[in-house]
């Protein structure tokens, strides 16, 4: 594990990735917070299944501007190094007939990199107005698929 770098998409730049573990579970190994692996994963599994990429800052920022000149779609950075990463599979792999790449945040979240890239000033979404003066408290739950769902149930507005 290495330290983090300051970067435009800086969730996904960390030293040590929560979603590592997620990855060595799907595949049937197990990895503790520390970075011990316990059980190794099926790894040529992972080699079929997952495909990584690095993508610069540079990129990043090209990324979200030709989108957004091209399609009128507005990436936020996490969202721009998802969307290059699929063109860099494209690329190398192949066309398929379909393509999904999901964005991560709120591109309201960057406001200083979205203004400097297209001279657009965000506004907040609703949900993202006033978060630090929300309350709550954490909700304890059993690893039990019924019991979240339950809970989402009882509790989700709307």
């Known amino acids: 594990m290495s330290p983090s770098r300051a970067c435009l998409s800086n969730a996904m730049n960390v030293g040590h990735p929560s979603n590592l573990a997620r990855f060595f579970d799907l595949f049937g190994g197990t990895v503790d917070r520390n970075g011990v692996v316990h059980r190794s994963p099926d ?3 992972m080699q079929r299944h997952i495909y990584s990429v ?3 800052d540079g990129e ?4 979200i501007k030709r989108i957004y000149e091209t399609y009128g779609v507005l990436l936020e950075p996490h969202g721009a190094v998802s969307w290059r990463g699929m063109e860099d599979y494209l690329e190398k792999r192949g066309e398929f007939p379909l393509c999904i790449s999901l ?3 709120h591109p309201a ?3 200083k990199e979205i203004n400097e890239l297209l001279a657009i000033d965000l506004e907040l979404p609703q949900s993202m107005k006033d978060v630090d003066a929300r309350e709550g408290e954490p909700v304890f739950l059993d690893a039990d698929h019924d019991a979240f769902r339950t809970y989402l149930l009882e509790n989700l507005k709307g």
Do not use: M, Q, V
């Not at 990043?60 to 990324?63: A, H, P």
């Open 43 to 45: 790894r040529k599994g």
């Open 54 to 56: 690095s993508i610069t």
């Open 60 to 63: 990043t920022k090209r990324t």
């Open 103 to 105: 964005e991560t945040a």
């Open 109 to 111: 979240k960057f406001p």
